[in-house]
């Protein structure tokens, strides 16, 4: 702590420094230095600059793969959401966000297992947890899975003919 903090009297900001005003403080060359491009009006540089030393991003090497170009969101909900809706019902995404028991993140829908259930349900998406359809028939419930188009892909033991 010093005078100059404690005349601020509390302000929240820091008062901004007023370059070009003589040589007494950031004056004259203003902190830009003499010549060269960096001195010149407009000048930016971009981030990650290094005043013309290779760059850490292009010095260290790439290393692993990554898949995120190609992950899959799904838009999620767990099995004791689904405990509002009546039985016998069929619930699939579009039934689910009327509800409002989830927002819109992808058209694919997954089915997770956590909670319980105690009704019959009809529910139709593209993906279920091993838990989650264990507890939908569990409960009498029937499972749909869907492709990811929104129709009902084919069962396991069948063969599409073409």
């Known amino acids: 702590m010093d005078l100059k903090t404690v005349c ?3 302000t ?10 003589g040589i007494g403080s950031k004056g004259k060359t203003c902190g830009r230095g003499h010549k060269g491009w960096g001195q010149r009006s407009g000048s930016t540089r971009r981030p990650g ?3 013309g030393q290779m760059p850490i991003y292009r010095r260290v ?3 692993g793969f990554t898949n995120a170009r190609f992950k899959v969101e799904y838009t999620t909900i767990n099995v004791e959401s689904l405990e509002g809706f009546d039985a016998g019902s069929v619930v699939d995404l579009k039934a689910v966000i009327d509800a409002g028991l989830t927002s819109l993140s992808s058209p694919l829908f ?3 297992g956590n909670g319980e259930l105690t009704k019959s349900l009809t529910v139709r998406a593209q993906k279920f947890s091993k838990s989650a ?3 939908i028939e569990a409960a009498g419930g029937t499972v749909v ?3 990811k188009k929104g129709s009902e892909a084919a069962a396991d033991g069948e063969a599409q003919a073409s």
């Open 49 to 51: 600059y290094e005043g």
């Open 8 to 10: 601020q009297k509390g």
């Open 12 to 21: 929240k900001y820091k008062a901004r420094t007023r370059v070009g005003r």
């Open 110 to 112: 997954k089915v997770l």
């Open 145 to 147: 899975v869907l492709d």
């Open 133 to 135: 359809a264990e507890k």
């Open 61 to 63: 090497p790439i290393r």
